[in-house]
Each structure stands twice: as C-alpha cells, then as structure tokens.
C-alpha cells in the first residue's frame, strides 16, 4: 500500500490503507494505518513509538493491521504506528530535535517545538476519532517493567476494557499526570488504556502476544470484530501513581546493581541497590521509601544523575 495523506471522512467503507499524517513547520510525517469496516461500529485508535526506544507496540500493530479485514469489520480501526518518529530513528526515550518527552507535553501546542507539534496534531487529527484509545508502551531500552495495562479509575469504560485486555498485571490509578496521550484522551472524554513491557530494547514473544491477544480482545470487546472474548486467568492488581518520573532517583551517575526484582514485595526502609563508581566504591544506597510492589527497575547498568531507578506501588488484596 502506497501512503496517502491522511483524511479520514474520505476513507470509505470497507478500505484497509496507509496513510501519512504531515507535522505542519517541520519534516515529520506520522505512519498512519486504517481500516474502516463494511458496517458501521465504534473506532479503536491506538498508538505506539511515543518514545522511540519501545518497538513492541510497533510489531503489534503491523500484526494485528495485516490480520483485518475490513470486510468482516463493523467499525474500525486508525493505528499511528510510530507517534514520534524523530525518537524512533534515534532510538530515545526522547526527541533529538528539541530533546522533549512526548509523553509529556500533550495536548501540545502548533506553533511550539518539534515535540508539541506532534502532540498537537495528533491530539487534534486522530484522538477525537476514538471510542477507545490505547497507547502501546514498554520500558524501553533503560528499564524493567512488568507486562501490564494500565488505566484511571475515574474512567469506568477503560476499567472494563482492561478487564477484557487480559494482561498478567493491571494497574490503575487515582489519576493520570497532564502531558500524556491518554490524559488528553480523557480530557475529551474518551476512555484510554496504556501498556507497559518488559522493555530492554528487544521484542519479547510473550509480550507480542499480550498485546497482540489483548487488542484482539477489545476489538471484539467493541463488536468491531466477532466473536467472544476467551477469558484470561485472575491479574495481579496493583494501585497507585503510575508516574516513573516520581522513583527513586540518582544524584549522580554511576554503575547500579539492583538488590530486588520486578514485581518483588518490599518493606519500608529494604535495600533496593547500590550505586558504585567505576572502581566498585559505593556511592549511592536505595532503600524503599514505603512497603509495596516494585514495578521499575534501571535495568541498564549505566545511570544518569535524575534517572528513575526504582519505583514502588500498592498490590490490592495484600
């Protein structure tokens, strides 16, 4: 399929294409996909490549895009690929071009930098076709996380649908931080989801399968696709902030040796790790600042001062 521009009332029923999505002021150009059902339904949007460093979402949905078939389709589908290009092609969390985190400056601004222009256009161009949005995540090249969806609790639409997604892990939250896709997602009212994987840079067979299984889910979850949901075995829930930019940081950069892991129970005041110079003197110690559940760890040895390197949340039921 040769991309065309991007315009969805002249995508007819019952066509399956690519698209582009054009950054006015800049060079950036957004991979659009569509596939618009032979009936009319609800739309699914969904996203990934918002950090550049985070391909499984991207697999995702090349897999489940080349398995539609709009002809059996009552609804649709719109996928951007990769929502932020520029990051892609440099393999970061964040742009080269303005050094911004996209994931951070929604509902962007078309007259700002690089950054806020995608934000903007695709909070304006693709967001308000969604009945359901989600965004396709991982912890990238730096990070562990566990496989999980995430959502708010105020939003009692995406509680379902992270029912039906079928993670092992669901996490919601007492509120979504401004600047994300899906806080300007809920800013207009549509019900969001995002997902998290393990990360390290490398697409993992079981994380494809979560999310590719899992979108399927909500296609049929919105009756865009037949057929009933396969049920999935009970989640560990978690609850809390979900923002990683509030972990444990480090004041200066070294070499860290993590002492816990993922979805590992703490107490308050556990070691987590050391921090060591390149000669193995300590540096830095982390302890737990609360009992709970760690569900980020800085995988990459290598640290930076300000970086993330742990994060701590509640498992419900414990």
């Not at 060079?27 to 460093?53: F, N």
């Not at 256009?121 to 730096?142: N, T």
């Not at 860290?256 to 993922?262: A, R």
């Not at 390149?278 to 760890?297: D, H, K, N, Q, Y």
Request: with cysteine; hydrophobic share 40%; proline share 9%.
């Amino acid at each position: 399929m040769t991309p065309i521009p991007f315009d969805w009332n002249s995508i007819q029923p019952g066509e399956k294409l690519a698209a582009s999505l054009a950054i006015p002021g800049t060079e950036i150009v957004l991979p659009v996909l569509a596939a618009r059902g032979i009936k009319p339904g609800k739309t699914l949007v969904v996203s990934a490549g918002v950090h550049g460093d985070e391909p499984e979402g991207i697999q995702t949905i090349f897999d489940i895009f080349r398995a539609l078939d709009p002809q059996h389709m009552s609804g649709s589908v719109i996928a951007v690929t990769v929502a932020n290009p520029p990051a892609f092609w440099n393999n970061s969390r964040t742009s080269p071009l303005d050094g911004a985190n996209l994931a951070r400056v929604f509902p962007g601004n078309p007259n700002g930098s690089p950054t806020e222009a995608i934000a903007y256009q695709f909070d304006q161009r693709i967001l308000p076709l969604a009945d359901l949005y989600i965004d396709l995540h991982s912890a990238g090249v730096k990070w562990q996380m566990p496989t999980l969806i995430g959502y708010c609790e105020q939003e009692p639409a995406a509680a379902l649908a992270a029912e039906v997604f079928g993670a092992e892990v669901i996490w919601q939250h007492p509120a979504i931080a401004p600047g994300r896709t899906v806080s300007a997602a809920h800013a207009r009212g549509i019900p969001s989801l995002y997902c998290e994987a393990r990360g390290s840079g490398r697409i993992h067979a079981d994380d494809l399968d979560v999310y590719y299984n899992g979108l399927r889910r909500l296609l049929q979850h919105l009756h865009i696709l037949e057929g009933a949901h396969t049920p999935t075995p009970k989640p560990i829930r978690l609850r809390g902030d979900g923002n990683i930019d509030k972990g444990i940081e480090a004041k200066q950069p070294g070499f860290l040796t993590p002492m816990v892991d993922i979805l590992q129970h703490v107490e308050q005041g556990q070691p987590l790790g050391i921090l060591q110079d390149l000669w193995g003197r300590t540096l830095e110690e982390f302890f737990a600042p609360c009992s709970g559940v760690v569900v980020l760890i800085h995988a990459l040895p290598m640290v930076q001062p300000g970086e993330p390197l742990f994060l701590i949340t509640d498992r419900i039921g414990e």
